[in-house]
């Protein structure tokens, strides 16, 4: 069964960055999507960023376009999340997710069935 263990987050000041990693442990094969969600508390969960690991493709909530880049070590079955230029609004719980076999790739959340622990991002301004 495919496991996904997030880390990296942590307390950063307003235009810090922070990088993000999401790995996967198991058996992964064929085009799948995986992406970073986050939930911030009273709010709707976020699809922030999403990439096609046999594509490349990506996609980026308008909110992050500019500052957050998604990218993956597919050797190592690892997603990555770079967010550079933190604003206090980026504060939440972010949340990596996952779909295996996908044929398309999508932020809605729903769609996602695998998700990792969550890693807590807080930044003060």
């Known amino acids: 069964q495919v496991q996904l263990v997030d880390s990296g987050g942590g307390s950063v000041q307003a235009g810090g960055s922070l990088r993000l990693s999401c790995a996967a442990s198991g058996d992964i094969d064929g085009s799948n999507c995986m992406g970073w969600f986050r939930q911030a508390p009273g709010k709707e969960p976020e699809g922030v960023a999403i990439?096609?690991?046999?594509?490349?493709?990506?996609d980026y909530a308008d909110s992050v376009k500019g500052r957050f880049t998604i990218s993956q070590d597919s050797a190592k079955n690892t997603v990555f999340l770079q967010m550079n230029s933190l604003k206090p609004e980026d504060t939440a719980v972010y949340f990596c997710?996952?779909?295996?076999?996908?044929?398309?790739?999508?932020?809605?959340?729903?769609?996602?069935?695998?998700w990792g622990q969550g890693t807590q991002v807080t930044v003060s301004s």
């Open positions: 990439i096609g690991t046999g594509s490349g493709a990506t």
């Open positions: 997710a996952a779909r295996f076999g996908a044929r398309y790739c999508t932020r809605a959340a729903s769609y996602y069935y695998i």
